[in-house]
């Protein structure tokens, strides 16, 4: 069954009705959300995207596409992989939707031969920044999964190709696009949380990353589990850590100086070549620190990115705001005196004590940051994406998001090989 | 009177490192919420500028630099670190804000302190420029002998503004303020909490009582008093309790009577003008 999210169009009633329409003028790339209805109806004005790669993210995209495809008048023109039983899957998605794109095994025949307006490429992570330079080079926008490539210098060339061609390039950080990020965000640069001294964040779960392989034939071992080897992927660095980078970075408004880290494969040790295992610290300039780490061989903690200042704190993933002024706990001598005055009760209040406390957790039980949580952050951001290829453009500051927090994804991964602490080369400053 | 001719307005902060309470009664309601907001307001604003662990706040500030060069303070500070001076001539010395560093050491099991004492006060103080200089690199200034009670005054002045008439504000019962009277009484009656709540019952109109004691909820904590004289922490389970008109002078002087040796307490006492001062051993 097909989850019911929340449109672009009921979102922005939704931010209308709960006041938060100041989060849309506080995030410029939000004025793809503008309340304005898609433009172009017309066969001509068709939006025409094609899926490269179509593996389990490539058809997740695809399915969020058609749930507003029609309204957006969008189209699926064509889909590309050279994993047969991914491609079939993927064209089985389009045509219960009524749509009947093309197929190809080699992305360069979507460039040739479809010419879309745009490509969503959700290839393995080593083969993001051919894909992506080589239509840029013919003209054709590009939403580029995260992380955006294997190699620090293929993201710059992504970038660079990106401004010679002007072409747009988003990456896939849909918490740009999520409402509790948003309006937690505001909140952040408001100051509300006062002095942010520390982010933590982490990932964890407990499984061995592993897809199956068709009829467990080991040659499709590196094509199927690709996160695992180091030709092609970072493993839970590029494919975990890369979002809550990004979100680290969005919420201080700045790029890290510095990282270090360190890794192991602790429990996982069935061939793989990525880490199981990662800790690392991210420094900022004013000496706000991010503090992350993955697993996946324990998952009572689960997914979280926690935003620490002194007045307060925001757990994004759960959608909660925490004030660091206990409010929720009463001190029971107190709440005596409450119920005695409600009971007509004259009695002594036996409250008098010393009151030094000890430095515990805070007991606020916290409050969600919006309300309405019931939506998907990718379909908005592909929403967004549509809009963006329409107005020819997208907000810079959206691709500088992804390519920082590629490079320091990266630099997170050199960190932990070289076991030094390591600050962004030069030529990788944008 | 009926349950629901009594308007109660009740609503807890945290502030100091503990809670406030604010408990509100009587015919203003229409004052309740808007005096809470100022409360809370005013109490954002004192520990911006009296807390010494923030690192945002004034006293960190000063605390930071005062030794190496005269700091211009506030007129909070300026009026919060010479209503201390008054408290230490008072105490006879036995209040001493300046001794920070001296109570965290002895906090922290630094029993070995006495060498590390500065005796007299160590605050160069200029109220032509409202400026101050620690005499010494030791001199750490703690306002958490009578912060709370300074927070009270404040919001005393509040209540005031807004003819607030019932009020009972506890600050996690060590230090409390009380304005008019219980709704179903002639006054607030106070008791200790816990095995201590038989001892007595104090009771409060236009009233402010401090506790002070030796035991903390923390038994892992228990010397957090100490002898600014000796730097010796007090080991005697004692506990005082003042009821004052003022609550900075409870405060100070709870404290005060529970540092200070048994035989200083009457020296002490001349210089308050206070209502009631009962101290409890071993109990």
């Known amino acids: ?430 | 009177m009926k349950s629901s001719d009594i308007n109660l307005f009740h609503r807890s902060i945290g502030a100091m490192n503990s809670q406030l309470d604010i408990v509100l009664w009587g015919s203003q309601t229409s004052n309740f919420e808007a005096a809470f907001q100022t409360i809370s307001e005013q109490t954002t604003h004192y520990e911006m500028v009296l807390s010494r662990y923030n690192s945002q706040s004034e006293l960190y500030r000063l605390n930071q630099n005062a030794y190496k060069q005269s700091i211009e303070v506030s007129n909070l500070l300026w009026t919060a670190i010479n209503r201390a001076a008054t408290y230490y001539e008072n105490t006879v010395e036995y209040f001493d804000i300046a001794q920070g560093r001296l109570y965290h050491k002895i906090k922290q099991g630094d029993e070995d302190s006495e060498d590390k004492i500065k005796h007299g006060w160590q605050l160069e103080l200029n109220s032509t420029e409202k400026s101050v200089r620690f005499a010494n690199p030791h001199v750490l200034l703690d306002f958490g002998g009578m912060g709370k009670g300074i927070l009270l005054e404040g919001i005393d002045n509040i209540l005031e503004k807004f003819q607030i008439q019932n009020s009972f504000i506890s600050f996690g019962g060590s230090s409390v303020l009380t304005r008019g009277k219980h709704p179903h009484g002639s006054f607030w009656p106070f008791s200790l909490s816990g095995k201590q709540s038989s001892l007595k019952t104090w009771e409060l109109n236009k009233h402010s009582i401090s506790v002070s004691s030796t035991r903390t909820n923390n038994s892992r904590k228990n010397k957090h008093i100490v002898n600014p004289l000796t730097g010796k922490s007090i080991e005697e389970e004692i506990t005082v309790v003042v009821k004052a008109s003022n609550p900075v002078d409870a405060e100070v002087l709870s404290t005060s009577l529970l540092a200070a040796p048994k035989n200083m307490h009457r020296i002490i006492l001349s210089n308050f003008d206070i209502n009631e001062v009962d101290i409890f051993e071993n109990q």
């Open chain 1, 1 to 430: 069954m097909n989850k019911i999210y929340q449109s672009r169009r009921d979102f922005l009633r939704n931010l209308a009705i709960t006041g938060s329409v100041a989060t849309l003028a506080a995030s410029p790339w939000l004025g793809a959300f503008s309340n304005t209805p898609f433009k172009g109806k017309g066969p001509n004005d068709k939006v025409r995207l094609s899926v490269i790669g179509t593996g389990i993210r490539g058809r997740q995209l695809l399915r969020l596409l058609f749930t507003f495809a029609s309204e957006a008048n969008v189209t699926v023109s064509s889909l590309c992989d050279n994993f047969a039983p991914h491609l079939e899957e993927a064209l089985e998605i389009c045509h219960l939707n009524g749509v009947k794109p093309k197929t190809y095994t080699d992305y360069r025949d979507v460039i040739e031969k479809d010419k879309p307006d745009a490509v969503l490429i959700a290839t393995p992570l080593h083969e993001h920044a051919r894909a992506t330079i080589d239509c840029f080079s013919a003209g054709i926008h590009v939403f580029c999964e995260k992380s955006m490539a294997r190699t620090l210098d293929d993201t710059r060339a992504m970038y660079d190709a990106h401004i010679a061609s002007n072409r747009i390039l988003v990456v896939g950080h849909q918490r740009l696009f999520n409402p509790v990020y948003l309006e937690g965000m505001q909140r952040i640069h408001n100051g509300e949380l006062g002095t942010i001294g520390q982010i933590r964040a982490y990932w964890h779960r407990n499984n061995d990353w592993r897809r199956p392989l068709p009829n467990n034939d080991m040659k499709f071992e590196r094509q199927i589990n690709w996160r695992l080897y180091k030709e092609y992927s970072a493993g839970l660095l590029t494919e975990l850590m890369s979002h809550q980078i990004q979100v680290a970075n969005w919420a201080l408004q700045q790029s890290p100086v510095s990282v270090m880290g360190t890794a192991s494969i602790r429990f996982w040790r069935d061939g793989r070549e990525v880490h199981d295992n990662v800790a690392l610290i991210y420094s900022y300039a004013d000496g706000t620190k991010c503090i992350y780490d993955s697993m996946i061989s324990n998952k009572k903690y689960g997914l979280e990115e926690q935003i620490m200042g002194h007045l307060g704190t925001i757990e994004f993933e759960t959608n909660r705001q925490y004030s660091e002024k206990d409010e929720s706990i009463k001190a029971p001598g107190i709440q005596q005196m409450i119920s005695d005055i409600e009971n007509k009760v004259f009695d002594k209040l036996p409250i008098g004590g010393a009151s030094w406390v000890p430095e515990i957790a805070v007991g606020d039980q916290g409050k969600k940051i919006i309300e309405n949580d019931q939506f998907s952050d990718t379909a908005l951001q592909l929403e967004a994406l549509v809009n963006f290829i329409r107005k020819g453009s997208a907000p810079e500051k959206l691709t500088k998001e992804g390519y920082n927090a590629s490079i320091w994804t990266l630099l997170g991964e050199n960190a932990i090989d070289t076991g030094q602490e390591l600050k962004m080369p030069e030529k990788y400053i944008i």
